[in-house]
């Protein structure tokens, strides 16, 4: 992958660098930092979700296939995130960081938690103080317990 390069208007991007090859326009900006925005908030899921398939197809072989210079704590937290929260589960109007620190919460709350950071305009860092100042965990199971409460009374009827 050393030779890899991509081409987008008058820029050049490399594995260590991206340079221009003519002068740009105002204009010529935006397309390609808006995409590179866009893979830097989902590479991580992606990640996890290769990982996971190698896992599936080839067990501990899989390994084998993975460039040695990704960090082992990083990809183990990427396999984790993506198991734990598969596509029909995550949020897609919060990062990767966001599920990342819901990620030990009961499934239930880890819901309510991501809508309450989605609601509130949080960073993944608010939410993670959030989480780990306890407060989550007593607002969200009253949350829970009204709505089970809810539940229960609509299906009397």
Same mark, same amino acid.
């Given at each position: 992958?050393?030779?890899?390069?991509?081409k987008?208007?008058?820029?050049v991007?490399?594995?260590?660098?991206?340079y221009?090859?003519?002068?740009? @326009?105002m204009? $010529?900006?935006?397309?390609?930092?808006?995409?590179?925005? /866009?893979? $830097?908030?989902?590479?991580?899921?992606?990640?996890?979700d290769?990982?996971?398939t190698? @896992?599936?197809?080839?067990?501990?072989?899989?390994?084998?296939?993975?460039?040695?210079s990704?960090?082992?704590?990083?990809?183990?937290?990427?396999?984790?995130?993506?198991?734990?929260?598969?596509?029909? $589960?995550?949020?897609?109007?919060?990062? /990767?960081?966001?599920?990342?620190?819901?990620?030990?919460?009961?499934?239930?709350?880890?819901?309510?938690?991501?809508?309450?950071?989605?609601?509130?305009?949080?960073?993944?860092?608010?939410?993670?103080?959030?989480?780990?100042?306890?407060?989550?965990?007593? @607002?969200?199971?009253? $949350?829970?317990?009204?709505?089970? @409460?809810?539940?229960?009374?609509?299906?009397?009827?």
């Amino acid at each position: 992958m050393s030779d890899f390069n991509w081409k987008h208007g008058p820029f050049v991007f490399t594995t260590s660098r991206a340079y221009i090859t003519a002068p740009p @326009e105002m204009e $010529q900006l935006e397309e390609p930092i808006a995409y590179l925005a /866009w893979v $830097q908030r989902h590479v991580y899921w992606w990640i996890g979700d290769m990982l996971l398939t190698g @896992e599936r197809f080839f067990g501990d072989d899989y390994f084998q296939v993975v460039d040695p210079s990704f960090s082992p704590d990083l990809l183990q937290r990427c396999i984790a995130v993506a198991a734990k929260f598969p596509p029909d $589960q995550r949020n897609p109007n919060l990062s /990767w960081s966001h599920h990342l620190a819901v990620i030990k919460l009961d499934p239930r709350i880890r819901v309510i938690a991501l809508k309450k950071a989605e609601k509130e305009g949080w960073g993944s860092k608010d939410l993670q103080k959030y989480v780990q100042q306890n407060w989550l965990k007593r @607002e969200m199971l009253e $949350q829970l317990e009204t709505s089970q @409460e809810d539940d229960s009374v609509g299906s009397q009827d």
